[in-house]
């Protein structure tokens, strides 16, 4: 079975400073997500980490995979007020014809002026 | 192109009643999964469906039941709901397994 621990669970920062979001993952999935969400909101699809290195970025965000330390990082460059939100990470587990998401706990992060 | 669409978008029930929640998943996707998210648990996989066929189910009780139709739309059923069962249910669609799967607004469930 797989589990998806990320860490902090809640993140207080300053804008302007950069920060990383962990997520470790208990056995071999065969990719690795990413998902915002803001308050009363719905999961917004960030990124999709398919192998080993793989390394994705968007603005202010980039995500990298090693899945040789089963780790993925969110890190947050020059944090703006706008990325305050909730962000979660999921891998996903191919059981024969099925898939489901495996989501971590979600770091709650707050970006203050 | 359209995204995940669900209804009701807020519902409130009481103990005992039974509850059927509606998924319409983007045009061309095949494969409806549903998931529970509470703040105790966070978010939980209830079951995936791709052409009309249960593909995986989550560790929920029976109660908690779904079905897919044959243009995709998928529908979720509670039956005797627990207060336990208030939650925001999230439907998401993907066009393959696996693949990144798109989330619709949620149905925001309250059982008193």
């Known amino acids: 079975e797989l589990k998806v621990e990320q860490n902090p669970l809640f993140l207080s920062m300053q804008e302007g400073k950069n920060y990383t979001i962990y997520c470790n993952y208990s056995?071999?999935?065969?990719?690795l997500y990413w998902y915002r969400q803001d308050p009363g909101k719905s999961l917004e699809s960030l990124f999709v980490l398919l192998s080993n290195g793989a390394v994705k970025q968007e603005g202010r965000l980039m995500a990298s995979l090693d899945t040789k330390a089963r780790l993925s990082t969110l890190h947050i460059t020059a944090a703006v007020h706008d990325l305050s939100a909730t962000y979660f990470c999921a891998g996903i587990l191919n059981t024969g014809t099925a898939s489901k998401l495996t989501f971590g706990t979600g770091t709650r992060l707050q970006v203050t002026l | 192109k359209a995204g995940v669409t669900q209804t009701p978008r807020y519902l409130i029930k009481t103990r005992g009643q039974q509850v059927t929640l509606s998924c319409s998943p983007i045009?061309?996707?095949?494969?409806v999964s549903w998931y529970q998210q509470t703040p105790g648990q966070g978010l939980q996989f209830l079951f995936e469906?791709?052409?009309?066929?249960?593909?995986n189910k989550g560790n929920f009780p029976g109660r908690f039941s779904g079905r897919q139709f044959s243009n995709s739309r998928s529908e979720m059923n509670v039956s005797t709901l627990e207060l336990g069962d208030s939650a925001l249910y999230l439907c998401?669609?993907?066009?393959?397994?696996?693949?990144?799967?798109?989330f619709g607004p949620g149905t925001r469930l309250t059982v008193l």
């Open positions: 998401a669609s993907s066009p393959l397994r696996p693949d990144t799967q798109y």
């Open positions: 469906y791709f052409s009309e066929t249960q593909r």
């Open positions: 045009s061309g996707h095949r494969s």
């Open positions: 056995t071999t999935s065969d990719r």
